[in-house]
């Protein structure tokens, strides 16, 4: 089992400040390096201050210069904000500037919020087509003189400038729900990125099924990687993970309300949410974040990553958003990397 970090820059105040946030989010990345994880993650998101990070090859290539050892992924760019030889030059410029530690994870995207601004509208459908024609042209670009003639995208004889240092190119990771994306990533060469986001472990077990009909329907397919991302808080105490299913339950809360993208925002910021609008979601709350995600004291979050690792999963990624203060968020990371990675040595 490999584990990674996944992380954004979040902001959810005008009062706190950017740069503040930013350096706070670079430590975390450094703690990740020197403690021996595999990967970090972060991913593409545009004009929410709730996730910053509006192109993650910029973070990528600074976290490269302050790390040594650990793989750089995006988790996810979002296909169809990119036009295939621009993907394909930028992607390739990572993997050159950072000695080719690139792991390369694209998506459809999720917020409609960002439909709306980037490409007015694109539906949930409509991204996923653009994301199937997307991965098999950014290889043929990679592999250079490649004319396309797709449906979204039309272009002349083209080659990647430069070229990945990679071979035959960085790994390209596919996040999968339906059983269909499944099968799009396996035939296509893909490892695959899976979340049950809210939702328990019968999730974790069900996308996993998923990828495994995926695999059998595919047998001349090498077997990918794949990744599961949770979110996890490692506590000293089980009055400490209470608070943590709490302040994950208030982070829950936010990420519903920029996805049903129903609430006022002003300057990339929504409407805070009252106790009032948290206590009355339908589905979320502190006793299912206690009981869904991976929060607990050490031996009860090493017991549920092994039952993934008993699934076939091959990572787990430590998802570290969640609207605590970067002190709670070092505290519970140094905790996983001291108490529970090695209990997978």
């Avoid at 600074?62 to 040594?68: E, M, N, S």
């Avoid at 396996?186 to 998923?210: A, F, I, K, Y």
């Avoid at 709670?328 to 905790?335: D, H, N, T, V, W």
């Amino acid at each position: 089992m490999k584990f990674s970090l996944f992380i954004h820059m979040e902001r959810v105040s005008a009062d706190q400040d950017q740069k503040t946030l930013y350096e706070e989010m670079l430590e975390l990345c450094r703690i990740a390096d020197e403690g021996g994880l595999h990967a970090i993650w972060t991913g593409e998101h545009h004009a929410m201050n709730f996730t910053i990070s509006p192109n993650p090859f910029l973070n990528l290539i600074d976290i490269a210069r302050q790390t040594k050892n650990v793989r750089l992924g995006t988790g996810t760019v979002v296909a169809p904000f990119w036009h295939p030889i621009r993907l394909a030059g930028e992607a390739a410029m990572t993997d050159l500037i950072t000695g080719g530690r690139l792991e390369l994870g694209i998506a459809r995207g999720a917020y409609s919020f960002e439909y709306e601004r980037m490409l007015p509208g694109l539906d949930a459908w409509g991204a996923g087509q653009r994301m199937r024609e997307l991965i098999p042209a950014i290889k043929k670009v990679w592999q250079g003189d490649y004319e396309h003639q797709g449906d979204f995208w039309q272009f002349p004889k083209t080659t990647s400038a430069p070229l990945p240092v990679q071979k035959p190119h960085p790994p390209i990771w596919v996040a999968a729900r339906d059983p269909n994306s499944h099968e799009f990533a396996v035939e296509n060469g893909c490892n695959v990125q899976v979340t049950p986001l809210h939702l328990g472990d019968e999730e974790v077990e069900s996308l996993m099924e998923r990828f495994n009909a995926a695999c059998e329907k595919f047998p001349d397919q090498p077997r990918p990687q794949i990744m599961v991302l949770r979110h996890t808080y490692v506590a000293d105490s089980e009055a400490d993970a209470q608070r943590g299913a709490e302040e994950l339950n208030l982070f829950y809360n936010y990420f519903g309300a920029w996805f049903k993208n129903e609430r006022p925002i002003s300057m990339g910021l929504i409407e805070r949410l009252t106790p009032e609008d948290v206590a009355a979601h339908p589905f979320y709350s502190p006793e299912a974040m206690r009981r869904n995600q991976i929060v607990g004291e050490a031996p009860e979050v090493i017991a549920r990553i092994k039952s993934y690792e008993a699934l076939g999963y091959d990572e787990f990624s430590f998802w570290i958003d969640s609207g605590m203060s970067f002190e709670r968020k070092r505290a519970s990371l140094e905790r996983f990397i001291r108490d529970v990675i090695p209990a997978f040595g």
